[in-house]
């Protein structure tokens, strides 16, 4: 093993249990910006959604009873029947870990300690039945689109078919955009080697310095990714935005309190004059495409990336909530639902 502090073992995530993160909706002021621009918008700039609600006995987060449920969903209302197209922006990040003095430290053998989310992670998530159309057995569609019509198979039933311009379907049109850096100071970070001395089979992150160097915190930050992704017109308040990693997970203050796997959320901005001051609500999802073999089974591929997607279609806006209910996955003996 390295002397190097920062180092793991390349068997760490074999025993890994995977953590929920429910990461809350990200507002930042607009620095210098007048209270009254933002008082002024009398609606919010974001993504197609309905509402609806449901009913059922059950408690609230307070423990009183509840038994009337509101929702928010991605897409048009199932009861339209129509189909509901988004411009889904693919954001590549690569992760730079820096040394002590603020350069990009390097591993024993002097490689740089960059994890990047080239090509062949963009094609192989690309490739996948996110984007891809497969037979499930309510259709031949994309994951999202197949699991929201299953949702609400009562409502529309299959007559439509599997035709992406007949009936309900809510459809997902990927865009890869300019790729971005997120660079973590050290201490904050953990990786582990390839075989040949590069970096890296995985790299583990403090989810809160993460967060920090993802989401603006001001509304005209450009330092952060999604900061300068927003100012660059490559995140948009219709979009649904994925920021695509490659095997870089998070965890909560110590690496042992490890691993998340992804989350989703949305970044809460002010106004401009080009949008008549409105509020504009960017949501977003963040995921790694996860090489297989590095976590216990039931974890590859897309995993985090659809289970992020699959999320947020059913809670874009993190204020749903549901009954008390658990899924206990058979394999890894995780809870994967979640009640938000």
Same mark, same amino acid.
């Given at each position: ?162 035709? /992406? ?5 809510? $459809? &997902? ?5 300019? %790729?971005?850096? !997120?660079?973590? =100071?050290? #201490? ?7 075989? /040949? ?5 995985? $790299? &583990? ?5 993460? %967060?920090?160097? !993802?989401?603006? =915190?001001? #509304? ?121």
């Amino acid at each position: 093993m390295s002397s190097d502090p920062a180092q793991v073992s390349p068997k760490f995530l074999q025993s890994a249990r995977v953590k929920q993160a429910r990461q809350p909706a990200h507002t930042a002021p607009l620095a210098g910006a007048p209270k009254a621009a933002a008082a002024a918008a009398s609606t919010i700039d974001t993504l197609v959604n309905f509402s609806g609600q449901f009913t059922t006995p059950g408690f609230d987060s307070d423990g009183n009873p509840q038994s009337v449920w509101p929702y928010t969903m991605v897409g048009r209302d199932p009861r339209l029947n129509r189909t509901t197209r988004f411009q889904n922006p693919i954001i590549p990040v690569t992760v730079e870990m820096l040394d002590r003095s603020g350069n990009v430290a390097t591993t024993a053998t002097g490689a740089p300690l960059r994890m990047v989310a080239g090509q062949d992670t963009i094609d192989l998530t690309l490739n996948s039945p996110i984007y891809q159309k497969f037979p499930f057995t309510n259709g031949n569609t994309q994951i999202t689109d197949g699991m929201m019509r299953a949702m609400f198979f009562r409502t529309v039933g299959d007559g439509d078919g599997d035709r /992406d311009d007949q009936g309900y379907h809510t $459809v &997902l049109e990927p865009h890869v955009k300019t %790729a971005r850096t !997120l660079q973590l =100071p050290f #201490g904050t970070y953990r990786f582990a080697p390839k075989a /040949d001395g590069s970096c890296c089979l995985f $790299v &583990l992150a403090d989810i809160n310095e993460f %967060a920090n160097r !993802l989401f603006p =915190p001001t #509304g005209d930050d450009t330092t952060t990714v999604m900061g300068a992704a927003e100012h660059a017109g490559d995140m948009r308040p219709a979009d649904i935005t994925t920021l695509l990693f490659r095997d870089v997970y998070l965890f909560f203050g110590d690496p042992s309190n490890c691993c998340v796997l992804g989350f989703h959320s949305v970044d809460v901005e002010p106004g401009t004059r080009q949008n008549g001051n409105r509020e504009r609500d960017f949501v977003m999802n963040y995921a790694s495409y996860m090489t297989d073999g590095l976590f216990g089974g039931g974890f590859t591929d897309i995993t985090a990336a659809s289970h992020e997607m699959a999320e947020l279609f059913a809670d874009p806006f993190i204020n749903n909530a549901t009954p008390w209910w658990l899924s206990i996955d058979p394999f890894s003996g995780n809870a994967l639902c979640q009640n938000n």
